[in-house]
């Protein structure tokens, strides 16, 4: 009897002490490559900033935001490696949501994934080249600019012939009801 309930409890201690599996795109904790890729389906890899590049002659790239489009952030003396989120609603013609990884802090760690966040282009001729992200720790657009090259779409260039597939982004890219009218304040009234 008393070696069972050994077992018993060393199997609930390890089954404690054992991470378990993300069970939702939501719960990732980890950089926003493997992040962007899992929820646009946008088969790139490589650090942020090589994205643009790389998505050249592969997949369409352009100006405008899309649902389930990369913005590809430009390496820079804040992101040294650039940084990759996915559009997950536009809101109006300068302000979209974006959902992705490693950005804010949470519980005091970086890595965790954010649904829905405020991406506003500050660019002066509106063609999303600088932007500036919503950012927990202030609960509100950051006061830094980055400098962005754009989107990357999951359709295939014709270039690439068939070496390349259409991508699908996730499901739980967008929740049910985002915040339209929180993303304007966020974006115009600060």
């Known amino acids: 009897m008393r070696c069972f309930a050994f077992s018993i409890a060393l199997v609930a201690a390890v089954s404690v002490a054992v991470p378990v ?17 899992e929820a646009s389906g946008i088969q790139i890899y490589g650090d942020a900033w090589t994205w643009w590049a790389q998505a050249d002659g592969r997949y369409q790239r352009g100006q405008k935001p899309r649902i389930g489009a990369v913005l590809a952030f430009a390496k820079s003396a804040r992101l040294p490696l650039g940084h990759v989120a996915v559009v997950s609603r536009i809101v109006e013609k300068r302000v979209v949501m974006v959902t992705h990884a490693n950005w804010s802090r949470l519980n005091g760690a970086r890595g965790h994934a954010e649904q829905d966040v405020t991406l506003f282009d500050v660019s002066p001729r509106g063609d999303w080249s600088q932007v500036r992200v919503w950012y927990r720790d202030t609960n509100g657009l950051g006061s830094s600019i980055y400098p962005a090259h754009g989107f990357i779409y999951g359709v295939p260039d014709p ?20 915040d339209y009218v929180g993303s304007l304040i966020d974006a115009y009234a600060r």
């Open 21 to 37: 599996q993300a069970q939702s795109l939501l719960e990732y904790v980890g950089q926003c490559v493997p992040f962007a890729r």
């Open 159 to 178: 270039a690439a012939g068939k070496a390349v597939r259409p991508a699908r982004p996730a499901a739980e890219l967008s929740s049910r009801q985002p």
